[in-house]
């Protein structure tokens, strides 16, 4: 950890140097703050992530909303302020409004609080709208002085979202040089946003989510994750709509290899790994290591310091 240069300017960071692994702040600095928060987002910042990421959800009218699950009730206190609506408390059934009248819990290993980091947000724990994060994102990069990437993903595959993600990134400047990757589990969603993209004449950068698939006969692939199974996909299919690959890590049926990795590079794909979570120092290390040594490009990280470090230990090895 790196508690004292936190408070004071951050403690690590990659100088904006894109072609190094990349951190990524897995829903904030989740393992220590609640998920999907200013104040979460802002700690990792500090911690030197290279990117933050919201995972988003729509609300009943139509606001795009940095949360996780499609439902309020888990991360949030909304079961004291709120009675269930159709049964349960839908993101999707409350109004922007009432979403903003909630507090984010903290959850698994995150904290109400981080010894020594005070957030700079008046709101650091509600609900953040995408355009908030967007926001914080410009904000915070200029307080830090390097750019803070983000990393959205439609969390749904609807039109609508896509469309909203979209909207909201043109208007506030992202193209196809920004520090942003787009990603989504559902190919189809990855694909029509690579179609609006062209027809917007905006290409951003997308990654399909999924498994590491690596066939007997040396095809390489991403695993769509699906209700009727895994569908795979090709790299080559893959490299038609997106720019990289994000790719569950620790999975014994499929696991990532330094072989996987090299064929996805070779179709032109980064390969980003998901989800770093061991709290350990020693054991995180270790983790990352195993990663980086196998040429990942970048890390969804609960501990986003533990990612910084290790990355810069690797950085500095080569
Ligand atoms: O988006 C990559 C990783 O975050 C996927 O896991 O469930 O935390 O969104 P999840
Ligand atoms: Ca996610």
Sequence with gaps: ACLSAVVLMGCGGNDDAPDQPQVIAHRGASGYLPEHTLAGYELAIRMGTDFIEPDLQLTKDGALV????????????????FAQRNGGYKVADFTLAEVKTLTVIPTG??????????????????????????????????????????YPEAKQADPVMEDGILKILSASGYN???????????????????????AQN???PLVLLGVATLAA??????????????????????????EGVGVVINNTTYPITKAYIDKAHAAGLKVHGWTFAKADGAMAADEFRRYLDMGMDGMFANYPDQGVAARDAFVKSR
């Excluded at 787009?182 to 946003?193: A, G, H, K, P």
């Design 109 to 150: 290993t995150g904290k109400a609080s981080y010894p020594g980091f005070t957030p700079s947000a008046a709101t650091p724990f509600a609900v953040p709208t995408f355009q908030e994060v967007v926001d914080f994102a410009k904000k915070q990069s200029n307080t830090v002085g390097r750019e803070v990437g983000i």
């Design 202 to 204: 905006n290409k951003m």
């Design 66 to 81: 940095a949360i996780h699950d499609d439902t309020l009730t888990r991360t949030t206190n909304v079961a004291d302020r």
């Design 217 to 242: 006969d040396g095809t390489a692939g991403v695993g769509v994750i699906g209700t009727a199974g895994v569908k795979p996909l090709t790299f080559k299919e893959v490299a038609g709509f997106a």
């Design 176 to 198: 196809v040089r920004s520090k942003i990757f787009i990603q989504s589990f559902s190919d189809e969603t990855v694909r029509s946003l690579r179609t609006k993209q062209n």
